[in-house]
Structures are given as structure tokens and as C-alpha cells.
């Protein structure tokens, strides 16, 4: 029932992003998004202490590390809502039953050679992947692309979480050190873009020329 | 006898209880204002009030805008028959579909507000028709997607039988399609009762309030049944909540109703929290707030028909 509510919440999380066009919201939610799926692990397996450490790294990095440095950059920017996405709010929110309703269809036809622990897991998993793609093409700016490039990883950790069993903790955490030095850079990154150019509107960067 | 006794019980507190609840809200407002706030029972004296002045009707108005406050308060008492307190049997009229009536009877109500509200012939309560229009048009479908949601989940398409199937046992196999349901039920709560983040029921600014511009024209007895009827209105949509929600219909009815009446109180706290620590949504973002609402219920649905 506790990984059921998680689960919950991370629709709920994913719902809101989807919905919101503060920046500065949008790091807060995917930073709860963060924190509920970092004490998954403690739900799903039994507390031992390669787990718990491993809990915590990840709670410590997707709820403190990631949302200061993402606010930081923001504040470098002083670039606080999303403007005109592709995809308008309204659209992004009715998406969002649609993919879900995608993800279970597309759990049912995925055969998993060992049972799982929450029917929800699989679904809610690709559901929130699909979420971080979506993000990804249909805003405009750079920081929310970060968003949602996070909100795609804490997919593919539910999903790595649901099979933890058969999946080595080392990989898990080599994909946290992937995705913490992605975000470092993209911060970065996006910095320099606003100082070159003004915006991180990522549409104005295809017609740049020499 | 008892049976009788505990079918009455919902209709009783109601009329009884349900003014307390807009007097329980503003003290929350006034506490987190700093102000000492109004008695909680002003409901009440506003109601004596308002029952004990003759009514003003202008010229331009025909019987619509007369009968109109009597078919609202009368459409929402027929509500309240429906919408039991807590599970078991325990609404005056209970049948298979109930709660496509009782949502119609709430449309009926919102209908003859508007109507009379457009009979006044004022530019000024007609733009108010159109915007609760607007908004209740949206809130409709996340009400009947988040009730058929819970109704496949539960198997019933009763009130009552929605209610009491609602236990402890099902929170653990369902709870995902319950806690997306209410969620899309507070949203809608707040929507229909005109309350902040959708409507302000205090400002008389003319180019935000929905709810309020539309009974401008009603005084008297006539705006003393729209009030009263407000106040049952929210009375019944936390009673819908509470029963959707709390897994206590296991319980002998002693103990399940007082727990049921305490906590649409807590509902109506929890309004007033809402009211204070959000501020109004521009009116172009409403329908966002309401398509959240629907894809939440639609959410709980595709969690129903899962499971």
C-alpha cells in the first residue's frame, strides 16, 4: 500500500509539472518527485545497508544537490516562467491521463519473467519516462529541458527499482553519477548560453549562424 | 425505528449543521489574518436575518426571478435525500444510478440561478452567469469521471453503495484510483462552492467574482435560500468526499456518523487553509485548474479499470 501511495505521488508530481509554468515550482516538484522515489528502495526491499546508503545518496542528491543547483543557475538567469511552450499547458495536462492510459497498455504487453511487487510500479514508471520526454520536446527552455531530462531518469530509476532484484546497485548508481554530472553541466551550459545570447530559449539556438 | 431514524440523520445535520461551516471557514481565514473574525454562528443570525425582511423585486424582473431561489433550495434538498452521511443504507432515496440524479439536481439548481440571475436583465449578472457557466461546464465532467471511477472500483452505482464499500481492504488494493479521486473531488469542491482559488465569495469586485455578482439582485427570504442553500451545497460535496474517503463504514453507525460529521468540519477547515494560503486564480487560468481536475479523475479512472 505504501509503494501504491508513492506511486500516487509521483503522478500526482508528474501532473503538476506538466501543468506549471514557474520555474521555480517546477524544481521544487521534481524535487519531491525525487525524494518520494527515493525512499522506494526502503518499501520495496527489506531495510539492509547497501540499501539505506544507497537510499540516502540518491535522496541527498535529487532533493538537496540537484533542486540548489538548478535554483542557482535560475537565479544566475533571472529567468522565471515559461513563456510559450510548443505544447500550451492545457494540452500538456489532458497528455497526461493519455500517456498513462499508453504506459498501462504498454505494460500489459511486456512480459516480465519474474513478478513484481506493485502492479503500479511498471506503468507509473514508463508513465513518468514519457513525462520527461514529453517536457523535453514541447518546452522551449533550456532549464525546463533539465527538468525534464530529470523527470525522464527518475523514470528509468522507478523502472530500475521495480527489477532492483535482478539489477546490481552498481549500475544504479553509476546512472545517479551519470545524471548528477549531466545536470552540473547543463548548468553550466545554460549559464553560458543566457550570457552569449541573452535567452535559453532553445528554438532561437537552430538559427544561429556564423 | 432505527432504521428510519438513521435515514433522517444526513437531511437533520445538514439543515442543522451546514451554516456552521461557512462561519467555521471564516474564523479560519480570520486566524491566519490575525483578526479576531466573526462568530461562528453568523450564519445563523444572517439567516434570521434575511427570513424576517421582505423581499425587493425590480420591474424589470418576471416569475422566473421569484421562483428561482425556491427551485435551488428545493433541487438541493432533494440532494441531501440522496447523499447519505456515511456508508450502509442510509440515504432517504437510494437506487441504482442515484448519483447521476443527485449531479443533475445540483445542474438544476446552478441552472435556475442563472436563469434568474439573466432574468434581472443586468449586463452585470449576466457576465457572472457565463463565467459560472463556463467553470461548472468544465467541473461537470471531472465530478461524473472521478464518481465513475470510484463506482467501478467499488462495483455500485449508488451513493450509498459507493460508500459503504468503502474499507479498509479496499484502501489497500485501491487506493490509487481513491486518494485520484479525491484529489479531483477537493478541486472540484472548491469550483462549485465559489471559493478562492476559483471565486472569492467576499470581494465585490466587478470584474472578478462569478458567484456572487449573480444574486446581486435577490434580497430578503429569496437571497436568505440561496445562502442556505450555498452553505448545504458545500455541506453535501464534503460529505461526498468524506465518504469516498474514509474507510470507517465497517463501524457501528455511533461511532461512523459523529466521525463522518467531525470530519466534514475538518473538510471545511481544510477549505479555509486553502482559502488563506493561495491567492485567486486569474479567471484565464481556471479552466487549467479544471482540466487538472479532469485529468486527475480520468487518472483514477484508467486506475479502476485496471484493477
Known sequence: ?210 | MTELILKVIQPLAALLLAPMLLGIINRVKAKFAGRKGQPILQTYYDLWRLFHKGAVYSNTTSWIFRVAPIICFAAIILTLMIVPLAGGNRSVFSFSGDLILAAYFLGLMRFFIVIGALDTGSSFEGMGSSREVHFSALAEPALFIALAAMARQTSSISFSGIFSAVTPHMWAGGCATILLASAAMIIVLVTENARIPVDDPNTHLELTMIHEVMVLDNSGPDFGFILYGAAIKLWIFASILTGILLPINGLPFIISIPLSIISIFIVSIIVGVIESSIARLRLISVPNLLLTAISLAILSLVFALRS
Open chain 1, 1 to 210: 500500500m505504501w509503494t501504491d501511495i508513492v506511486m500516487v505521488l509521483l503522478i500526482l508530481t508528474n501532473m503538476v509539472v506538466l501543468g506549471t509554468s514557474r520555474l521555480r515550482a517546477c524544481i521544487r516538484i521534481v524535487a519531491t518527485q525525487g525524494v518520494a522515489l527515493g525512499v522506494l528502495p526502503l518499501l520495496i526491499h527489506s531495510i539492509e545497508t547497501h540499501i539505506l546508503i544507497f537510499s540516502i545518496i540518491s535522496i541527498i542528491l535529487k532533493g538537496v544537490v540537484f533542486p540548489y543547483m538548478l535554483l542557482r543557475t535560475l537565479r544566475q538567469l533571472n529567468v522565471w516562467r515559461e513563456d510559450d511552450p510548443y505544447v500550451g499547458y492545457g494540452m500538456s495536462l489532458l497528455a497526461g491521463p493519455i500517456t498513462l492510459a499508453f504506459s498501462y497498455w504498454v505494460s500489459t504487453r511486456l512480459p516480465m519473467p519474474f513478478s513484481i511487487h506493485s502492479p503500479m510500479l511498471i506503468p507509473v514508471a514508463f508513465f513518468t519516462l514519457i513525462v520527461g520526454l514529453f517536457l523535453i520536446v514541447s518546452r522551449k527552455k533550456a532549464l525546463t529541458q533539465v527538468l525534464g531530462y530529470l523527470v525522464l531518469e527518475n523514470g528509468i530509476y522507478a523502472f530500475g527499482m521495480a527489477i532492483a532484484n535482478q539489477q546490481p546497485m552498481l549500475i544504479e548508481l553509476g546512472t545517479l553519477l551519470d545524471v548528477f554530472v549531466g545536470v552540473f553541466v547543463m548548468g553550466i551550459a545554460i549559464f553560458h548560453i543566457s550570457r552569449q545570447f541573452d535567452h535559453i530559449d532553445t528554438d532561437q539556438l537552430s538559427a544561429l549562424r556564423d
